[in-house]
């Protein structure tokens, strides 16, 4: 039996990314016009040492243990979503939006959050429980169900950005259980059809291509006229959810195509952002002296634009090797889910890494006009606690698997 | 096979870490477009996005007078502004902290907060004229004045006040309507421009050019400090060096008799340069400086003797008396007298025209006069005469040639055109082809009638008698080469030397004897203007030497009744301009005359001039009352 190993390579890049984040956090506080995020650095310091916490306990945890507490673990944290749901109060820079827990006016945290680690595990345990892939659409129910409640559940309160990530890790999960790409693209099409239902042209041309795919692929057909009437329901109903949609949300997505259409209000978010991550040049204008973050010209500059800081201050250097720690942590993730010892292991290795890489991806996309505005924190940057903790323990959970692989490795792979 | 075979773990973690591999170079390459691409876009946004351009008014240019005496210069002054965050807690502050030491009224502190609300970003301006006292006042309360600005601006100063307020007229910030004008193109809101006079006149060569700096706001727009970086500094305007010669001026307002209004003006014949120009009430220049006090300023605009008014370029009065030269001249030019012509009809105290007694001021009479003598005494029943012999045609024609029509063209805002018909039509025009008789012929002869001018511009027709060649260049305050010589009388030498030995009689032994001087010849004439509202108006124009005169002094005191106290006024000024300093304004004397009524025509027969009536009756004039 070979000896146990800590993945230092993991701990290392997590505590570099930490130190980073906790130094922009601290330089976003530092504005010319005093604001209540000047010391918002020490109630994150507190939250990082909570995490350090979570994390030594997750690592306590052995794979078996987590393995059997999942099930009751996804059950607390729907329960969580729906009391949110019904007395959940809005706070931070989302106040619209009702997704905190609090008691007596306390907000305690984010219900969100732990529901992504629940889910993960949750769906570690029924796709890792399988043997064989998912060999049709059918198969993949199950997973659809567990990841569909909780997605459901946050989109009504109404985070739609959050909710996405519960797709986003759907969608990683049955890939890393092996379904065939061109189901996942199946399961996929009808997102794209609402997508392209913004016109007759593009949404027509698409179900054409849709038919031929679905005529080549020749799955059930019972499968393949499911998928093929999802797609047409969702482009007939987009004009419904369209209008359903808030107002906020609607702004959000409208500026996303045109950041001009609205300069003064949500499109001000992108130009601005864009306009202190590109007067950073390639080497930023030294760190505290951002001068659109030091005037306030960027919005929420300590959770959705906090990139915007390192792009601005940092310049193109700072954005080079922020994102290879971002892009080295997901493949030291990738590493351990392929080295891990059996599937569910495997299983929640990989669903931290597609939470980890859909946050990261999307809050920095954001910054810079890539995706729409979500309001998805940025691991290991934006202020937040529960998110914060929700990393912290899944990397205690991962460096827990990484350390039993070492031990217990058959096959050299 | 098993899904988690390590065969297939590894063929999919391979494609994941493509795609991931793809997805942060997706990121990294936009990253590179923006920042590096785009790094000069976005840092001029971002200039632009902070650094708001604030205006940095430059400093007025100097106004000199010959001898390089400062008339108006630029004194350190200090504006006073307030940053607030909303109206009621910038009126807190007002009220509370400000008002006692600043000594502020409510509707000040109104207007204040008018202000504010129309640029609630900008630091709101409390005074733009404070004094130190006041600037040390405050900056003692600056704890309780979080946002305070205070900045230095060069303030306008006039050190001889209103003696030469008509002269320099008064600065002030520039209005929405003079923004869209030519007169001050480049100027921007905020700017100081010249209200009046000189100032007014050569705003665009004094004005200056104003800097730029920036000061760097935040994203709600508040000023957060200023920067140095790109700051353009302020030009100042360039200096004004005039012809004024401050000493003869402040002299003038010293001579000129107080409680009275007039106007003098005197002029270098040979340049054009005006060494005074006097308009009497004045006010003090610097009353306007900083935005002038609605109370002042309602005091000054509604004052009865309206001080504001420039009575040497737009008071027009009748010539009367002086403008006998101008008939002389003419008549002289054609040939029609010399200045031993008699006329037909002696003086005996009036002459019978048409069926109208038209008067001389003296009611026993002249007796037979020569031209000279006419001039030395003032006869009025000779001009009569010798405007009928000129003709009104001729005497129209001549007049407007030798200047009488058009306006002097002093380099000062607001002349006035003298009122001088045209031509006959005027008088057709003016009371139908039938409404008038040649009885206005008279009437002009001797200055009276449809006819008034500016002090200026009979000064301006003297200096062409006082110079040897009959002609004389623009009035000037401030000489440019390019000012051309008038037009000239057009008459011979032995003329005007003969004109000018009779306007050297006036003051010897005429209508002014009283106002000679045993050192000097000078020569002059007196004239009294009829008014329709009132009293008359007294005139002396006068030059010296007589030989090779050096300077036309001309003077207008309203309701003076006679030519020949002014006459005192005006030598009183010659004789400080040759003899300097020691010579004193000389004591006020009685201006005023008793029991004098302006000889209006007598009508003879009750005629038709009930429906045909002169302009006398109109109520524009009689005749002449010289003395």
């Known amino acids: 039996m070979e000896r146990h190993n800590l993945d230092k390579a993991l701990v290392a890049l997590v505590v570099v990314l930490m130190g980073v984040g906790l130094a922009t956090l601290y330089s976003a506080g530092q504005t010319d016009v005093p604001s209540s995020v000047a010391d918002i650095w ?38 969580l979503l729906i009391w949110t749901l019904f007395f959940g109060v809005g706070g931070g820079t989302a106040s619209a939006t009702k997704s905190w827990i609090g008691i007596f006016g306390v907000r305690l945290g984010q219900p969100a959050e732990v529901a992504k680690l629940a889910t993960i595990l949750m769906l570690a345990r029924i796709l890792g429980a399988r043997r064989h892939p998912p060999a049709g659409i059918w198969e993949a129910l199950p997973a659809g169900i567990v990841a569909g409640i909780p997605f459901a559940l946050v989109a009504l309160q109404p985070d739609l950005g959050s909710a996405i990530v519960f797709i986003a890790i ?101 130009i601005q952002s864009k306009i202190a991550v590109g007067s950073g040049g390639a080497f930023g204008v030294g760190y505290l002296e951002g001068t659109q973050k030091r005037l306030a010209f960027l919005p929420a500059q300590h959770t959705d634009f906090i990139y915007s800081v390192v792009g601005e201050e940092l310049g193109f250097l700072g954005v080079l090797v922020t994102l290879s720690l971002f892009a080295a942590v997901i493949f030291v993730l990738l590493r351990v889910a392929r080295k891990a010892n059996d599937p569910f292991s495997s299983m929640v290795v990989a669903g ?18 890539l995706m729409p505005i979500t309001g998805i924190p940025l691991p290991f940057f934006s202020y937040g606690g529960s998110f914060m903790l929700t990393c912290c323990i899944s990397i205690g959970l991962v460096l827990r698997v990484s350390w039993e692989a070492h031990g217990l490795r058959h096959l050299n792979v | 096979m098993t899904w988690f075979h390590p065969h297939a773990v590894t063929r999919r973690a391979d494609a994941g870490r493509l795609v991931v591999s793809l997805l942060f170079i997706v990121l990294a390459v936009t990253f590179f477009r923006i920042q590096v691409l785009g790094a000069y876009h976005y840092e001029l946004e971002s200039k632009s996005n902070r650094l708001r351009p604030v205006p940095v008014p430059a400093p007025r240019g100097l106004i000199l007078d010959r001898n390089g005496v400062v008339l ?102 520039i209005t929405e309507e003079e923004l869209a004008t030519d007169q001050f193109r480049g100027a921007r809101g905020g700017t100081i421009v010249g209200r009046d006079g000189l100032e007014r006149q050569y705003d665009a060569t004094l004005r200056g050019r104003d800097g730029q700096r920036f000061i760097e706001v935040d994203a709600l727009g508040r000023t957060v400090k200023h920067v140095q970086e790109d700051t353009i500094p302020a030009e100042q305007g360039d200096t004004l060096h005039t012809t004024l010669d401050i000493e003869l001026q402040t002299f003038v307002e010293e001579a000129f008799p107080d409680g009275w209004r007039g106007a003098v003006v005197a002029m270098d014949p040979r340049t054009g340069g005006i060494l005074a120009l006097y308009s009497s009430p004045s006010y003090d220049p610097n009353l306007f400086v900083g935005g002038m006090d609605p109370e002042i300023w309602r005091s000054l605009s509604r004052a009865a003797d309206n001080p504001l008014f420039n009575r040497a370029i737009e008071g027009r009065y009748a010539p009367a008396s002086p403008f006998k030269l101008a ?7 054609r040939g029609i007298v010399d200045f031993d012509s008699r006329m037909d009809v002696p003086c005996e105290g009036g002459m ?145 030397a003969g004109l000018r030995e ?9 209508t002014a004897v009283g106002a000679r001087l045993s050192e000097l010849r000078i020569a002059g004439k007196t004239g009294t203007a009829q008014n329709p509202h009132g009293l008359p108006h007294g005139w002396f124009v006068g030059f010296a030497p007589a030989e090779n005169p050096e300077i036309v002094v001309g003077a207008v005191v309203e309701f003076a009744e006679h030519g020949s106290s002014v006459a005192y006024l005006v030598t009183n000024i010659i004789q400080r301009h040759f003899f300097g300093p020691e010579v004193q304004p000389s004591p006020v004397i009685d201006y005023l005359l008793p029991s004098d009524s302006a000889p209006q025509p007598i009508r003879i027969l009750p005629d038709s001039s009930l429906t045909s009536r002169t302009p006398a009756e109109v109520g524009v004039g009689g005749a002449a009352q010289p003395r």
């Open chain 2, 327 to 333: 008939v002389a001249a003419s008549a002289l030019r």
């Open chain 2, 352 to 496: 019978l025209y048409g069926n109208r007694y038209f008067r001389c001021w003296r009611e026993e009479g002249h007796g037979e006069l020569t031209l000279h003598e006419a001039i030395l005494h003032s006869c009025d029943v000779y001009f009569y005469q010798l405007g009928l012999r000129i003709t009104l045609a001729d005497l129209l024609s001549d007049g407007a040639a030798m200047g009488f029509l058009d306006p002097a063209g002093i380099d000062l805002p607001d002349e006035r055109t003298p009122i001088f018909p045209p031509s006959v039509a005027y008088y057709d025009e003016r009371y139908g082809p039938r409404g008038w008789t040649s009885g206005v012929t008279l009437n002009l002869a001797i200055g009276q009638g449809e006819h008034s001018q500016t002090v200026i511009n009979v000064v301006k027709f003297f200096a062409k008698l006082a110079n040897p060649h009959g002609a004389a260049p623009e009035p000037r305050l401030v000489l440019d080469d390019a000012s051309a010589e008038e037009s000239s009388l057009g008459l011979t030498a032995e003329q005007l």
């Open chain 1, 352 to 369: 931290v890494a597609i939470m980890l890489l859909t946050h990261t991806i999307v809050n920095i996309g954001m910054t810079i006009g």
């Open chain 1, 170 to 270: 759907l969608f990683g999960a049955l890939y890393w259980a092996g379904l065939k790409p061109s189901l996942l693209l199946l399961l996929l099409s009808p997102g794209i059809s609402l997508l392209l239902s913004f016109s007759t042209w593009s949404w027509g041309i698409w179900i054409v291509c849709l038919t031929l795919f679905v005529l080549w692929m020749r799955p059930y057909i019972l499968e393949g006229l499911s998928i093929w009437f999802a797609n047409a329901i969702t482009g007939a109903a987009a004009l419904t959810l369209w209008e359903r949609l808030q107002p906020y949300q609607q702004r959000r997505l409208l500026s996303f195509l045109d950041p001009d259409i609205d300069p003064r209000a949500t499109g001000w978010h992108i």
């Open chain 2, 502 to 510: 009779a306007l050297v009689m006036v003051v010897e032994e005429g």
């Open chain 2, 72 to 173: 108006a210069e630029n004194v350190p002054g200090y504006t006073i502004a307030l940053m607030a965050s909303d109206a009621d807690s910038l009126r807190r502050v007002l009220e509370q902290v400000i008002a006692p030491i600043a000594n502020l009224d409510s509707l000040r502190i109104a207007n204040i907060i008018r202000r504010f609300r129309r640029a609630p970003h900008e630091p709101t301006i409390i005074r733009r004229d404070a004094s130190f006292e006041l600037v040390s006042a405050l900056e003692e309360s600056r704890v309780r004045i979080k946002r305070l600005v205070i900045e230095p601006q060069p303030k306008r100063s006039y050190p001889h006040g209103s003696a030469v307020a008509h002269v320099l007229g008064y600065v002030g910030e």
């Open chain 1, 42 to 79: 020490k109630r994150q310091l507190i939250w990082i040492g909570l995490g350090v916490v979570g994390a030594l306990a997750a690592f306590r945890f052995s794979p078996r243990l987590l393995e059997w507490v999942a099930p009751a673990f996804y059950g607390f944290a729907i329960l």
